[in-house]
């Protein structure tokens, strides 16, 4: 990084980018790398993880990825295949609020196609208990935070790259 900025910035600066670069890392980068991606056999294995196809409609994309996260919730570890599923997950969650947005369904005054978007996908996602008052403010809870940390990564990558959601440290994941 000094080639490229020490004329732009001062040293002091430098040194303080660098040292916030390094953080941004994972410490155990380069063994993470060695063990993992060795491992890789792409983003749909393991056989429980249903992979969207081309027929689908965007809420069934959503459903089916919604799915893939639960699963890999389940997993001791958090891996890539997480991260990039949050990332789709939030994709066809702004879609289908494009999509809701541009329809002609009638809308209450005051409610956006968000909270429509939400309602929409939770009822296709719980289609047998999504009646149940109890678990339905908890699972619109639950959307968001998947939705907010979606909206974080996918910002993350567009600056940073998706080589970003493999070696981010879980210090610069939490606090962003």
């Known amino acids: ?5 020490s004329s732009a910035m001062s040293q002091t600066k430098l040194s303080e980018v660098i040292r916030t ?13 060695r063990d993992q991606l060795l491992l890789w056999t792409g983003m749909w294995d393991p056989s429980d993880l249903r992979a969207p196809s081309s027929e689908d409609s965007i809420a069934d994309h959503f459903v089916k990825i919604s799915h893939s996260i639960s699963v890999l919730e389940g997993r001791t570890h958090i891996d890539l295949r997480m991260l990039l599923h949050r990332i789709l997950q939030y994709q066809y969650y702004v ?6 947005e541009k329809s002609r369904i009638q809308k209450q005054p ?3 196609a968000a909270t429509y978007a939400i309602e ?26 998947q939705n907010r940390l979606g909206k974080r990564l996918t910002r993350l990558s567009g600056y940073f790259g998706l080589g970003f959601l493999l070696l981010a440290s879980q210090e610069a994941m939490g606090r962003m």
């Open 21 to 33: 670069g390094d953080l941004l890392v994972r410490d155990d980068a380069v063994s993470f790398l």
């Open 95 to 100: 879609r289908i609020v494009d999509e809701i």
């Open 110 to 112: 005051g409610v956006g």
């Open 1 to 5: 990084m000094t080639p490229m900025f």
């Open 120 to 145: 929409f996908l939770l009822q296709r996602l719980y289609p047998n208990d999504w009646g149940l008052v109890e678990k339905k403010e908890r699972r619109k809870q639950l959307l968001h935070r």
